[in-house]
C-alpha cells in the first residue's frame, strides 16, 4: 500500500515535472578534497563512522537454522556471528579469550561448539566458555569471565547489522532507524531470496564510491546509454532523516498517475528508491527487486563494494532466471559506470587541481551524507541508545 510520505513524493514530482523545477536546497556546498584524501580523516572515519554504528553484513537468510554462523573480516575487527538454539542470531569477536586466536576461520557453516585451533579452548554458540584442555594449569579459572566478547547485533527488516566495536550501552535500535521503518517493513527483504551476492576491491575513496548514490545529477551523461532513458533528468525527490536519506528516482513512467485519481496511485511502480542508512548502507528499491550494498573503507584510496540482489522468490522457470539474470548484467554495467568515473577521480585528487569540490543545490543527498558524517567526526551524532 502507498504510504502518506511516497503519496507527498509523488505528487512533488509530478510538480516539478509540469514546471520544469526540480528539488533544491538553498544554497550550494563547498567541500573540502581534505576529506577525501587526508590520512587523518580516514582515521577518524574508519575509527567513529566503521566502529560504533550498524552496518548491515548479511541477509537472513544466510543464518538459515540454529547452528548456523558466518565469518566476516571487513570490519577491521574480525567478527563471528551465529543462530543460537533459540534462534537468537549472537555476534562476537573472533577472538580466542586465551591467546587470542581466531575461534572460527570458515566463512561460513553449522556448528554446535567452536574450538581454538591453537590450544583448543571451546565456546558455544552463545559464546560461553564451555571447556578446555587440562585446566588445572590456570588455577581457579571462573569460565563465565572468559566468553567471546560480545557485539551488538540485530535481525531487521530480513537483515543482520552488526556494531563492531564492544559497547557498554544498549543500543535502540528501533530508534535508530525510525523514520526508515515503514518502508523497510514493507519491503519484506526477510521474505526475499539473495539471488546473487558479490564483492569489489576499487581504486577509490569509499566517499567517492558513497556519492554515485546520493545524486541523479550524473545519470544521463555517466550512464547515457544504461539508465538515463528510463528516469525523469535530474528530478529526484530527497528526504532528509538526519542521518538517513530517502532518494526517490522517478521514472518516466510517473506521468500515468498525472490523470489518476490518489486513490489509485502506486509508488513503487514508477520510482527508485536510494535509501542511504548511515553510514555506509544503502537499500536501493527497484520496481520488483532489490540491491543491498555495503561501503567500506580499505585504505587511503581503496574501498570495498559489496552487494546482494534480493528477489521475491527463487527462478522456477529458466525464462524467470533470464529475466534475473539481465536484471543483474545490466546493474553490474551501471555500477561499473560510476566505479571508473570514481577511480578517475581519486587519481586526481593530489593534484591541487581542485582545493574543494562544488555540490550543486539539486545535489541534496550530498549535502545530506556530508553534512551526517561531518556531525559523526565531531560527536554531535551518535547511535541511540536506551
Known sequence: MISEEERQIIKETLDHKANGTTHMLDDVMYNPVAKYNDPNQLRAEMDILFKNFPIIIAHSSDLLEAGSFLTYDDLQAPILVTRNNDGQVKAFLNVCRHRGARVEDKPCGK???????YHNWTFDLNGNLRGLPQPFGFGDLDKSKLGLIELPVFE?????WVVPSKTEQTIDFDAWTAPMREQLNGLDLGGHVVFKKWSLD?????RLALEGFQESYHFCSAHRDTACSSYLDNQSVHMNFHPHVRHAVPLSSIEELREKPEAEWDYRPHYMTQNYLFPANFVQVMTDHVYVHTIIPTGQGTCKFQCMMLIPEAPKTEKAERYWNKNYDLIRIVFDEDFVIGEGIQKGLNTNANQEFLFGMYECGL???QTAIDDALKGDLTVDTV
Open 202 to 206: 576499487r581504486n577509490m575513496s569509499w
Open 156 to 160: 531487521e527488516f530480513g537483515m543482520i
Open 111 to 117: 556448528a554446535r561448539t567452536f574450538s581454538c585451533p
Open 367 to 369: 549535502h545530506f551524507g
